[in-house]
């Protein structure tokens, strides 16, 4: 198969995803658009073309295609979708979509499999696994995730509050110093820097780390940090306001401060990989892949 061959043959592939996806791609623009939890979403297709782009040679190279592990893949995601569209009565009323949009995800990795071959799907792993970011989160999943961050930024809140002496009780997601009971609400546990910061330590970790095992605890170091960072911001608003200016706990700083102390767990993010990269090998450090 020639490569302009290949290369419509993957175009018509991604074109026929428009007939059975529309609707829950649709749903899911709608989704990201109007819920926090999900504004990540509008960042995963771009980052993951930049990344394809990036690594564009291995579309190029002459891989022999798979057709018949390819086609076994895209009947998969058909079969994935089918379930989705026809047992939907049967199923929680999230679950369909978050199943359409898994298989989606699927049909591209067929494509580039039937089209380009494993070893394209091999080199092109890691922007290929970051699409599945685009499925939405079934709400009983993001639920669990929202109640973690809230209690465990609670915890965070109430150590930073010890730490500087101030007298502080917690009961679950309540928080309780000399003067103010501070409960940190679902709109408090800031899903949606915490899958952010996650999703870019992610992106930082496969573009400036070699070593899997430095790249694993980059990422994992994200989710204490997202807490942290949570804490935090709750701790800075709470002092803020009972020394300072009641004003504060109902000012731009709670409302519209998250981006300050998001910018602070990423400035600790890129102190961490520094430390990382200084770990390895002269010859190992910089950007991955042919393009420097």
Not at 166 to 179: F, K, M, R, Y
Not at 279 to 291: A, C, D, I, M, V
Request: overall charge positive; some cysteine.
């Amino acid at each position: 198969m020639t490569r302009p061959s290949r290369t419509l043959k993957f175009v018509l592939l991604l074109a026929l995803a428009f007939v059975p996806w529309w609707r829950p791609v649709a749903s899911t623009w709608r989704l990201a658009l109007g819920g926090e939890a999900y504004t990540h979403i509008l960042l995963i297709l771009p980052l993951s073309g930049a990344l394809i782009y990036r690594e564009r040679r291995s579309l190029r190279a002459a891989f022999g295609p798979q057709l018949g592990a390819g086609s076994a893949v895209l009947l998969v995601a058909l079969l994935i979708v089918s379930v989705a569209r026809w047992g939907a009565d049967a199923l929680p009323v999230d679950i369909p979509l978050s199943l359409s949009m898994f298989a989606l995800v699927v049909w591209w990795v067929g494509s580039v499999l039937f089209c380009y071959g494993a070893r394209a799907v091999a080199s092109l792993l890691f922007p290929l696994c970051m699409l599945f970011w685009i499925v939405p989160m079934p709400e009983t999943l993001l639920d669990v995730i929202t109640h973690f961050l809230q209690l465990q930024s609670a915890f965070a809140a109430r150590v930073l509050f010890l730490m500087t002496g101030v007298p502080v009780t917690q009961d679950g997601i309540l928080l309780s110093i000399p003067g103010l009971d501070i409960e940190v609400a679902r709109e408090c546990s800031s899903i949606r820097s915490s899958l952010m910061l996650v999703i870019t330590t992610m992106l930082l970790a496969h573009l400036f780390l070699r070593s899997w095992w430095r790249k694993v605890l980059l990422i994992v170091a994200a989710v204490p940090l997202a807490v942290l960072k949570n804490g935090f911001r709750i701790f800075t608003i709470a002092e803020l306001g009972t020394r300072v200016d009641p004003g504060f706990f109902d000012g731009n700083l709670h409302h519209r401060g998250g981006i300050i102390f998001f910018a602070i767990s990423l400035a600790v993010m890129a102190a961490l990989l520094w430390v990382l990269q200084r770990t390895e090998t002269p010859g190992s450090q910089g950007l991955r892949g042919p393009y420097r």
